[in-house]
């Protein structure tokens, strides 16, 4: 079965430093895999997507993520935060034949100035 | 407008009482989707629909019920509502394969 792990239930950065979100799945096959955001009131929106190619994936927001098949993670970065990104992050990961999304519990992101 | 729209935004009711969220949506998609999110659990699949005669349920189906009007509505129901019931619940839409699902902004439920 399908299942994804965020370790990191809260994380605290200052404004400008360097980010990294870690996300492991479980999947038989090759996964596709999403970050999504949520802040707060609002839904979540997509920041990027894997599904087959280049493993480095850029997104919106200045994100970048990287698939690495030998270690099942799909983990999400940006070089530099600002106070704007403090929101809550998802990682979700899909079957190819399911068209259903399994997502993590989520990782709370504070940046302080 | 958006995209995805959920009624109500915000709604306090009391136990026992039958509670209908809603949901439409332009973008054209076949499949739609309820989630609910609790804080530390993130988002659960209620039940799922591929067009309007299919309907799914989703891993925490039970108490709830869902009704596909149209391609573009998928309303969620709480026969009879319970304080556990009490959530953050969304809507999403897709159009399958390896796309993203597109989620509204939610509804805050919260039963005494």
């Known amino acids: 079965a399908q299942s994804v792990t965020q370790p990191d239930i809260h994380i605290t950065v200052s404004e400008g430093a360097s980010l990294e979100l870690r996300c492991n799945y479980s999947?038989?096959?090759?996964?596709?895999l999403f970050w999504y955001v949520q802040s707060p009131g609002q839904g979540l929106q997509l920041l990027l997507k894997?599904?087959?190619?280049?493993?480095l994936v850029q997104g919106i927001k200045g994100f970048e993520a990287e698939f690495k098949r030998s270690q099942s993670s799909f983990n999400l970065r940006k070089p530099s935060v600002h106070w704007s990104d403090a929101a809550e992050y998802f990682c979700a990961v899909g079957a190819y034949n399911t068209d259903k999304l399994i997502f993590g519990t989520g990782t709370r992101l504070q940046v302080f100035p | 407008d958006a995209d995805v729209t959920q009624t109500p935004r915000n709604r306090i009711t009391k136990t026992g009482k039958r509670i209908m969220l809603e949901c439409s949506q332009t973008k054209g998609h076949d499949r739609m989707y309820w989630y609910r999110q609790d804080p530390g659990l993130g988002l659960r699949l209620i039940y799922y629909?591929?067009?309007?005669?299919?309907?799914n349920k989703g891993e925490i189906s039970d108490g709830y019920s869902v009704s596909r009007q149209a391609q573009a509505k998928f309303s969620l129901s709480l026969e009879s509502a319970i304080p556990n019931q009490t959530a953050l619940y969304f809507c999403?839409?897709?159009?399958?394969?390896?796309?993203?699902?597109?989620f509204g902004d939610g509804t805050r439920l919260s039963i005494l």
């Open positions: 629909s591929f067009d309007v005669k299919d309907i």
């Open positions: 999947y038989g096959a090759t996964p596709y």
């Open positions: 999403a839409t897709s159009d399958g394969g390896t796309q993203p699902q597109h």
């Open positions: 894997y599904f087959s190619g280049d493993t």
